[in-house]
T-cell receptor, first 116, second 114 residues
Framework: AQSVAQPEDQVNVAEGNPLTVKCTYS??????LFWYVQYPNRGLQFLLK??????LVKGSYGFEAEFNKSQTSFHLKKPSALVSDSALYFC??????????????FGGGTRVLVKP | ETGVTQTPRHLVMGMTNKKSLKCEQH?????MYWYKQSAKKPLELMFV???????ENNSVPSRFSPECPNSSHLFLHLHTLQPEDSALYLC?????????????FGEGSWLTVV
């Protein structure tokens, strides 16, 4: 079985400050990890993914995420948040083993509010 | 603008109506999905189609009936729905076999059952 936990329902940050959105996961084998963002009244947009290789992954809009195998975490980060980053962020995981098929398991989402 | 197009964007239907949601992907992918997003629950995977064949049905009630005529089109037929079925329905696609099998979503169809 695979699962994802996003421990914070909401993160508040001042514009220009660093932003971190936390994610931990559980899989049987090695994980594929993803971050998506959802702006109001929109679908989910793909931000970045970890497949293999460097633990630090860079994605769209200046976001990056760090894969930490020992802590089973994949936290999303941005050095300097913008008001326009206010949105709902989802972490997702897929087990690399073939039996997992296409199933992508999502966390419950973290709402980010960036204040001017 | 995404490579996955959903219509209609908004739908209001009575409990005795029959309606359909349509999804088209322009990404050349070979897998398509329906997800349900409601305020009270996290994203729920409903159906998965690989190469037009249904490979997953996540215990979805029979009042939701998917149809995948080809790898580019996916429908969700709706009949005798309940008010609790009101939600955002998201279509998505991916290329199975590519590294990571990244899923790309459409903008969603907002469904209200009255």
């Amino acid at each position: 079985a695979q699962s994802v936990a996003q421990p914070e329902d909401q993160v508040n940050v001042a514009e220009g400050n660093p932003l971190t959105v936390k994610c931990t996961y559980s899989v049987s084998g090695n994980p594929y990890l993803f971050w998506y963002v959802q702006y109001p009244n929109r679908g989910l947009q793909f931000l970045l993914k970890y497949i293999t290789g460097d633990n630090l992954v860079k994605g769209s809009y200046g976001f990056e995420a760090e894969f930490n195998k020992s802590q089973t975490s994949f936290h999303l980060k941005k050095p300097s948040a913008l008001v326009s980053d206010s949105a709902l962020y989802f972490c997702a995981v897929r087990d690399m083993i073939r039996a997992a098929g296409n199933k992508l398991t999502f966390g419950g989402g973290t709402r980010v509010l960036v204040k001017p | 603008e995404t490579g996955v197009t959903q219509t209609p964007r908004h739908l209001v239907m009575g409990m005795t109506n029959k309606k359909s949601l349509k999804c088209e992907q322009h990404l050349g992918h070979n897998a398509m999905y329906w997800y349900k997003q409601s305020a009270k629950k996290p994203l729920e995977l409903m159906f998965v189609y690989n190469f037009k064949e249904q490979t997953e049905n996540n215990s979805v009630p029979s009042r939701f009936s998917p149809e995948c005529p080809n790898s580019s089109h996916l429908f969700l037929h709706l009949h005798t729905l309940q008010p609790e079925d009101s939600a955002l329905y998201l279509c998505a696609s991916s290329q199975v076999g590519l590294s990571g099998n990244t899923i790309y979503f459409g903008e969603g169809s907002w469904l209200t059952v009255v």
